[in-house]
């Protein structure tokens, strides 16, 4: 397989004719696994995904970081819009096929993307006996957020798109029609110039951003919203508050707004595709020293070393493999 650029978008390794996706239980080529167009899922938003990254940690072995919590997570929303209930693959079969995958694609390091969708068959919205497929791709993805914004951190807006609250949506699923408000979000910001919105809810309380939670740092106290709140229950933001408390760090999960982030000595977002990336300003506003602060180089750095197998106090979330 031809390697792309750490940087190439996926649109352009998808271009590529040797990718292979596993599908429904098979590693196909990408090319032999479109979707049929009348696909349900396609057409309305309801399917259940993750985004999860490997790294490598050797010369040819591979480390997928959470796996386990990732596919519980997957299952979790899968049961949240019922989709679980066609599921034919489980917990041990989900597990297999995203290592199977970045080995089909000889991939040591890189991001699986799993998917479980309606198929075609009943058209109408309410459709329940449609088959239920499951598809795991993976590619190479270098900083979601930029090489510079891990390094330097990124701008970022308070968006006029508010995060969907609870009697609106499932906000702790990671359901596929769901990224539309974050793809309005993201791409308003993108076209004002920031990097990254931050979406705030109806009472408007900082939530996340539209891939990633948010941490801010005020008086050497990490704080971050709430699970209570409307906001997806981030992998990355378990293992950061984790990682804060091993180091003794105070973490407070509590709802602030946007005048206390303004303030902050420090603020960072956390995500499976974007890591652990500062945020130098918001909506124009300096936060800190408009550069990356030190608790957040702290943690960011602790964070690489666990995932890239360097810090053996947490080999227990990595799952390592091989390549063929
Ligand atoms: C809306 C949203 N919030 C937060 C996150 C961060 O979650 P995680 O750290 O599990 O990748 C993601 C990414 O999955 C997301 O899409």
Known sequence: MVQSPVSAAPEAIAAQTDVRVWV?????????????HLTHSFHYGLGAFEGIRAYEVAPGVGAVFRLDDHIRRLIASCHLVTLDKALTFSHADLTQACVATLQANRLSEGYLRPVIYLGAGAMGIGATSNPVHALVAGWKWGAYLGDEGLRRGIACCISSFQRPGHATTLTKGKLTGQYINSILAKREAVGNGYDEAILLNEQGYITEATGENVFMVKDNQLITPPLGMNILAGITRATMIE?????????VERPFARDELYCADEVFLTGTAAEVTPVRAVDGRNIGQGQRGPMTELLQQGYFDIVRGRDSRYARWLTRFDLP
């Open 24 to 36: 429904n239980g098979q590693i196909v080529d990408a090319e032999g696994a479109r979707l049929p």
């Open 243 to 251: 990682m804060a408390c091993d180091r003794g760090i105070i973490v």
